[in-house]
């Protein structure tokens, strides 16, 4: 009888939700027609927006019945109830991925970003998504790219330049690339808005907005409301190429005002300005393989373990000393060349140059948010269980999740998190390693969900970023690297230290931070040593 009123509910439910949605796109349609400045447009916009929020109802009513049903009358904890959810989990991750795909735009961004939730997500649909999101996203045909140009520069594209490659080298969520070659001779990549986002960007993000609200309102626990936020905040900067081109410069200056020893091994193709719009985007053409391309990066004579290096600081100065930070440093949008002045490493090895695309998505930390982030990974670094609480209070994680959010950024259990061992917050990225983390997402998903509905949005937009960053490294190095937690340790440190002596102009305050500092050094300094000891004992014993 329970477990017949249960389903009971959840049709009544679904049947509830269906209706809610279809009733709300309506509306939203008759409003955007009553609203229009060109309603010839927004009609056809409309006829669309039906489809779209049909497609996103019945995926969301099959996907919940496909559970229900499935693991109707299986025992908790049961082998066979743990086979059959693994399989529910993978035909609703390819039901979901389908939709990304039809709907395109807004969908993709989402599913970008399910790929990256290992923290929060089932296996399966990370797996599914990371899989295709980033590599199999929908093209814009010729005609539609041929229309863009001509809209935004006033001729056809084999009129503005004197080559353009009508089949594209890349596409994604937003936009795709072609090759093109300008009357000078110079060989460019010419990023072309998809049409389809400037006609259905402001429906499709109503839609969403509707739907994730609908469901939080039938399932108070699927609260996603500060996704939608973001989107709603990010989206119009993202579809505004000239937004992007002056992040690119911005970030270049930062690299050679805040972080000079590093700026010639970080790159952002030039912009060419007079070609260059708000749909439109010119640049330097550079070749490169992505930086999670191994066998490619091996060809070229550098060593993975360089690259993996070299992001680890380049972001780390980004967050913890730039305060202005590239949000979506997936694989795609990092490529990898030798560094063109030709210098080599101590082994003769070539040095990696980061080649950073799509600069769409930047962040800026304001100070306080800058050093207590700052100060959390130094914690973190040096299993300082204080300072990880206070800090993290500070962010907005509170005195319950503290621990939570220290699991979330590291992906290690509490217990992991504070142990003093030197190697506490690598992961091998073996199959108990995420097991174990998949393990704690279904034990803790409700305080992760309050977690995130907690944090402030540009501290959600780091964890994003850390995401991204940690599946390049795992794809570099098959696990984390205990290099790449030194560097986060010392370029952390650094910041922390530098703000406190413009804080403190006192000589004796600035003695003693100074000795604070060459005490971090030299415990930096141990762990670096440790770390090759224990990489030597493991070498010995394998």
């Known amino acids: ?42 009609v056809k916009l409309c006829t669309a927006v039906p489809l779209r929020l049909l497609r996103d109802s019945v995926t969301a009513a099959t996907i919940a019945f496909d559970y229900e049903y499935s693991l109707w009358g299986l025992p908790e904890g049961s082998t066979e109830r743990t086979r059959i959810k693994s399989e529910v989990h993978a035909r609703s991750a390819l039901r979901l991925q389908e939709l990304c795909f039809k709907n395109g735009g807004i969908y993709i961004k989402l599913g970008q970003h399910i790929s990256q939730l290992e923290y929060l997500v089932p296996a399966e649909y990370v797996q599914i998504m990371r899989d295709s999101m980033l ?16 809209n935004e520069l006033g001729g056809a594209p084999d009129e503005i330049f004197a080559e353009f490659d009508p089949v594209p080298i890349a596409s994604a969520s937003l936009a795709q690339v072609h090759i093109a070659r300008t009357h000078e001779g110079e060989k460019v990549a010419v ?47 993202e579809l505004n190429f000239l937004f992007e081109a002056k992040n690119s410069v911005k970030c270049m200056d930062n690299f050679q005002r805040f972080s000079p020893h590093i700026a010639e091994y970080v790159y952002a ?11 439109l985007l010119v640049m330097e053409f550079i070749d490169g393989p992505q930086v ?25 100065e980004m967050m913890f000393k730039h305060g202005f930070v590239h949000c979506d440093p997936h694989a795609a949008n990092v490529l990898v060349r030798p560094l063109p002045s030709g210098r080599r490493g101590i082994f003769g090895k070539k040095k990696p140059q980061l080649i950073l695309l799509d600069h769409g998505l930047y962040k800026d930390l304001d100070v306080s948010t800058r050093i207590s982030y700052a100060s959390l990974w130094k914690g973190l670094i040096f299993s300082d269980a204080n300072a990880i609480k206070e800090n993290s209070v500070k962010l907005g994680a509170g005195d319950d999740l503290y621990a939570l959010f220290a699991g979330i950024l590291t992906m290690r259990p509490w217990n992991k998190v504070i142990d003093p061992s030197i190697d506490h917050l690598v992961v091998q990225g073996t199959d108990g390693d995420r097991s174990e983390l998949q393990m704690y997402a279904s034990q803790y998903f409700s305080q992760i969900t309050e977690l995130l509905r907690r ?48 804080q403190n102009r006192s000589f004796l305050s600035r003695v003693l931070i100074c000795l604070e500092e060459f005490r971090l050094e030299a415990r930096l300094f141990v762990m670096q040593i440790a770390f090759w000891l224990l990489k030597l004992q493991k070498a010995l014993m394998s």
């Open 269 to 279: 193709p030039k912009v060419h300005w007079n070609l260059s719009t708000s749909k």
């Open 292 to 316: 999670n391309d191994l066998k490619t990066i091996q060809k070229l004579g550098i060593q993975p373990n360089d690259v993996a290096k070299l992001l680890s600081q380049a972001f780390a």
């Open 191 to 237: 990023k072309v808005q998809h049409t389809h986002m400037t006609n259905t960007a402001a429906a499709d993000y109503a839609t969403v907005e509707l739907i994730v609200n609908t469901l939080h309102r039938l399932f108070p626990s699927f609260d996603y409301r500060w996704l939608i936020d973001e989107i709603q905040e990010s989206l119009p900067k």
């Open 135 to 150: 590599n199999r996203c929908p093209v814009s045909s010729y005609d539609q790219v041929r229309e863009v140009v001509k």
């Open 455 to 502: 944090l402030p949005r540009v501290i959600l937009l780091m964890l994003k970023t850390n995401d991204c960053l940690r599946a390049v490294n795992q794809s570099l190095m098959q696990g984390s690297s205990h290099e790449t937690f030194l560097i986060v340790g010392r370029v952390s440190s650094e910041a922390v230290v530098e703000s406190k002596l413009l």
């Open 1 to 42: 009888m329970r477990i017949m009123a249960a389903r009971s509910l959840w049709r009544a439910k679904t049947k509830l939700f269906l209706a809610a949605t279809a009733a709300g796109g309506a509306g939203t349609g008759a409003a955007m027609i009553a609203n229009s400045d060109d309603p010839a447009s927004t």
